[in-house]
């Protein structure tokens, strides 16, 4: 229990306390990195109100914590806070927290948190959820697919672009791709598997990089125009394509030994 003097905590304090169960806060002291690290003991926290920022790695490793609470006060989650807290499931976040913020929380890499239930409030200035997505507050940016396994997931229309690594991790049976979008470069990160990916009809520009992940089957419109150099490098697990002879092939430069395709016009079953 801290006292209401404490003014501040410094780093790696409590790290590695596997028998701290249970910390209150009396005051709003200044917290430092790594504090609670290794506290594999640590069942729930209450952030005390006024905390503006929570530190790197601040629960890292604190595999039985289920329950934090977090201030409306808070507008910066740094990167690793919760890393591996594998029993935090639901987090409900304040209103103000930055979007760098939110997707720090789903980088999972090696990291073994996977929360299934993020509450974000309607009011943040800048992102909202919507489809298993955070996308920024205009809706025109995924910034993030905050589903780790999803069965479905449709990219909601008016999405132009989807930044790089946003499904990074990610394991899917069904991703649909609107027609709205004209960026996806290195949106999969190479480590994320679909078993099927379709572009709706209307889209006509598929990126250079667009698809480097793993897919079953890829579906391709009538409307495709222009397939740009590298827009396949990197794909695996590809069984089914299909595409129509309606799109033109853009060819580098010069020879690149990462062109897993060379496209000749073809034609497919119009139905």
Partial sequence: SFPK????????????????????????????????EGCTALQ???LPDGTRRIPSSLFAGCATLSKVTIP?????????????????????????????????????????????????PENNPHAKL???????????????CIAHQFE??????GVRKIEPTAFAY?????????????????AF??????????????????PARALNCGVSQLVLPKSLKLI????????RNLKTLKLYDTYRYEQPKRYQNDEIFVFSAFHNDPS
């Avoid at 997505?133 to 205009?138: A, V």
């Avoid at 990160?189 to 598929?206: H, I, Q, S």
């Fill in 5 to 36: 003097s404490l003014k501040k905590i410094g780093a790696f304090a409590f790290k590695q306390c596997t028998s701290l169960e249970k910390v209150e806060f009396h005051s709003t002291p200044e917290l430092k990195g790594y504090i609670f």
């Fill in 44 to 46: 729930e926290v209450v």
């Fill in 72 to 120: 409306d006060t808070v507008v910066s989650i740094d990167r690793y806070a919760f890393q591996n807290c594998a029993s935090l499931k639901r987090l409900e976040l304040p209103s103000q927290i930055d979007t760098a913020s939110i997707k720090f929380l789903f980088d999972r890499g090696g990291d073994n948190l996977q929360i299934e239930e993020l509450v974000l």
């Fill in 130 to 144: 919507e489809n298993g997505l955070l996308l920024s507050k205009d809706g025109t940016v995924v910034h993030k």
């Fill in 152 to 157: 479905a997931i449709k990219i909601p229309d």
């Fill in 170 to 186: 990610c394991q899917g049976e069904h991703l649909t791709i609107p027609k709205t979008v004209t960026e996806m470069t290195d």
């Fill in 189 to 206: 990160g190479l480590v994320a598997n679909v078993d099927t990916m379709v572009f709706e009809e209307g889209f006509e520009v598929l």
């Fill in 228 to 235: 740009q150099t590298s827009a396949f490098k990197g794909i």
